[in-house]
């Protein structure tokens, strides 16, 4: 534990100096932009040019103006690792709670690593490859769900806090067509789906503060600022602009989803989906590319705003 209070009050100490306080803001629903701006927006995102055979789903909400935007944002899709920045706010909610503590340790087990019997996890992640018996703190496991994203970490956290209790916490959060169903690799009926707007609906949340300790928050964000995919939202910000941010990759889903932080003005919540059309699969270089275009013109047009 005592490693985590060195890195929350370091976090806290870097977060003050780079952006000053960070207000308590209200996760209910915001007024759409106006008129003009959205179809600034639109302009902005007409003039990208998206893989063959794909949609282009974006959701915004701008903290400054308490407005949102949303572009094909309540599309049904699969939401892939972009879906474990809930697990980390239900899960540090129950820390603020007391119902949980980031110092607790789970002992890997051999079973830890299949998502149902004979049903290995793969993807992204190091826990596949750790030996059975050894310890992290829970911790540990959040910063890896977060900061690699560790699949058979993710499995841990759906286990611990349960299907039926992430899906009650999902309406709270204001989240509105997001059903979380399987486990990863899981081999039952279903999948979980979600929203563009749902997942943008989890940055607000977040950034609330309404649910986390003000240690949780800082931890969430610095988790964030440490995920290694840099490659979409997070690879052309502009000057002293920060990207807090997770992906997500599917064969037919490329995803980002981020809490952008500017120098001079409050931050953007920014989540963006490039799906294959009917399950087409979607090339990952030419997703990220995309992404990335796309995200750095958004944030251009919010920092001269």
């Given at each position: 534990m005592r490693k985590y209070r060195i890195m929350l009050l370091l976090s806290f100490w870097l977060l003050l100096l780079e952006f000053g306080d960070f207000p308590v803001l209200p996760t209910k629903s915001a007024a759409e932009m106006s008129s003009a701006q959205q179809k600034e927006i639109q302009a902005i995102i007409q003039g990208?040019?998206?893989p063959p055979n794909t949609t282009?789903?974006?959701?915004?909400?701008?903290?400054?103006?308490?407005?949102?935007?949303?572009?094909?944002g309540t599309q049904r899709l699969h939401p892939a690792s972009v879906i474990k920045t809930f697990y980390m706010l239900a899960y540090l909610e129950e820390v603020k709670k007391g119902t949980r503590n980031l110092s607790d340790v789970h002992i890997l087990t051999n079973n830890d690593k299949y998502g149902s019997p004979g049903s290995r996890i793969g993807g992204s992640g190091r826990l596949q490859?750790?030996?059975?018996?050894?310890?992290?703190?829970?911790?540990?496991?959040?910063?890896?769900m977060i900061s690699i994203s560790d699949n058979v970490a993710t499995n841990l956290f759906i286990a611990d806090?349960?299907?039926?209790?992430?899906?009650?916490q999902a309406k709270r959060y204001g989240l509105l067509d997001t059903n979380i169903v399987r486990?990863?690799?899981?081999?039952?009926?279903?999948?979980?789906?979600?929203?563009a707007n749902d997942m943008n609906q989890v940055l607000i949340a977040l950034y609330s503060q309404e649910f986390t300790a003000d240690e949780g928050y800082l931890l969430a964000i610095e988790?964030?600022?440490?995920?290694?995919?840099?490659?979409r939202i997070g690879k052309y910000p502009p000057a002293d602009t920060i990207v807090a941010n997770k992906a997500g990759t599917l064969s037919s889903v490329v995803g980002d989803s981020a809490l952008v932080f500017f120098p001079n003005r409050k931050p953007i919540a920014l989540?963006?989906?490039v799906v294959g059309n009917d399950g087409a699969g979607v090339s990952r270089s030419a997703g990220d590319e995309t992404t990335a275009k796309l995200a750095k013109e958004i944030m251009r047009y919010f920092i001269d705003k």
């Open positions: 990208v040019t998206l282009l789903l974006v959701s915004i909400h701008d903290f400054e103006t308490e407005k949102n935007f949303s572009y094909n490859q750790a030996k059975p018996g050894t310890s992290y703190t829970w911790g540990e496991l959040l910063e890896l806090l349960g299907k039926e209790h992430l899906n009650q486990k990863i690799y899981q081999r039952i009926p279903g999948n979980t789906h979600s929203t988790l964030m600022k440490k995920s290694t995919n840099k490659s989540t963006i989906f």
